[in-house]
């Protein structure tokens, strides 16, 4: 990935973006679409990514290699996640269980290591990690996991879910994910303070997303 150039969107992305190479700054990013460079009106709205590009493009330039590097970067992050959620996952105490997995047993070590190792090298993510406007997935990807791995802390969980949003929109699945993991696990209920802070977020930034738009 290291020796890529720039490919299909990459250029027009951030290369040849006045948002991002301009002097336009943080506050034009967080008040234009994300094709702003090429259109007038656009339905998409990523500013951390674009903040993340602007911000490389400070500290390298248009030097392609930089911008690869810290996407296989993010990709470590991201596998780091999918490891403590999938070690969390497997050795949550199941309803009824009567207190969990006893002491001492990591019996999610190695799932959630298969997991991760899984993760990290599956084909699939290749576009995700090589090119370079797959970075939105990237960041999507870290703040969900991140915000699931800290689902008890409602307010910390709201934050990172904010900034996935504010990553790429398909960020909007952790609702969904919790409520099948809580569905799984007979707690429905006892999520209600993580569901308020998740629903306030959301109607915070589809407010934020209607007037940028």
Same mark, same amino acid.
């Given at each position: 990935? *290291?020796?890529?150039?720039?490919?299909?969107?990459?250029?027009?992305?951030?290369?040849?973006?006045?948002?991002?190479?301009?002097?336009?700054?943080?506050?034009?990013?967080?008040?234009?679409?994300?094709? &702003?460079?090429? !259109?007038?009106?656009?339905?998409?709205?990523?500013?951390?990514? +674009?903040?993340?590009?602007?911000?490389?493009?400070? +500290?390298?330039?248009?030097?392609?290699?930089?911008?690869?590097?810290?996407?296989?970067? %993010?990709? @470590?992050?991201?596998?780091?996640?999918?490891?403590?959620?999938?070690?969390? #996952?497997?050795?949550?105490?199941?309803? @009824? &269980?009567?207190?969990? +997995?006893?002491?001492? !047993?990591?019996?999610?070590?190695?799932?959630?290591?298969?997991?991760?190792? #899984?993760?990290?090298?599956?084909?699939?993510?290749?576009?995700?990690?090589?090119?370079?406007?797959?970075?939105? !997935?990237?960041?999507?990807?870290?703040?969900?996991?991140?915000?699931?791995?800290?689902?008890?802390?409602?307010?910390?969980?709201?934050?990172?879910? &904010?900034?996935? %949003?504010?990553?790429?929109?398909?960020?909007?699945?952790?609702?969904? *994910? *919790?409520?099948? !993991?809580?569905?799984?696990?007979?707690?429905?209920?006892?999520?209600?303070?993580?569901?308020?802070?998740?629903?306030?977020? +959301?109607?915070?930034?589809?407010?934020?997303?209607?007037?940028? %738009?």
């Amino acid at each position: 990935a *290291l020796r890529n150039g720039f490919t299909f969107d990459d250029p027009l992305i951030v290369v040849e973006n006045p948002l991002v190479a301009g002097e336009g700054g943080l506050r034009a990013i967080f008040t234009s679409h994300y094709w &702003a460079s090429q !259109e007038r009106h656009g339905n998409l709205y990523r500013p951390l990514t +674009m903040a993340s590009y602007w911000l490389n493009y400070r +500290m390298a330039g248009g030097r392609p290699w930089s911008y690869h590097l810290v996407n296989l970067l %993010l990709h @470590g992050a991201v596998t780091g996640l999918v490891y403590l959620v999938f070690r969390k #996952l497997v050795n949550a105490p199941q309803a @009824g &269980a009567g207190g969990g +997995m006893p002491p001492g !047993e990591a019996r999610g070590e190695p799932v959630a290591a298969i997991g991760a190792l #899984l993760f990290a090298t599956h084909p699939i993510h290749t576009e995700a990690v090589v090119s370079v406007v797959g970075r939105a !997935e990237l960041m999507a990807a870290l703040f969900v996991l991140a915000a699931w791995r800290l689902r008890e802390r409602a307010w910390a969980c709201a934050a990172l879910f &904010a900034c996935g %949003l504010l990553s790429k929109e398909n960020a909007v699945v952790l609702p969904g *994910l *919790l409520f099948v !993991e809580d569905m799984l696990r007979h707690r429905v209920r006892s999520s209600w303070r993580t569901y308020l802070a998740l629903g306030a977020t +959301m109607a915070g930034f589809l407010a934020l997303r209607a007037a940028v %738009l």
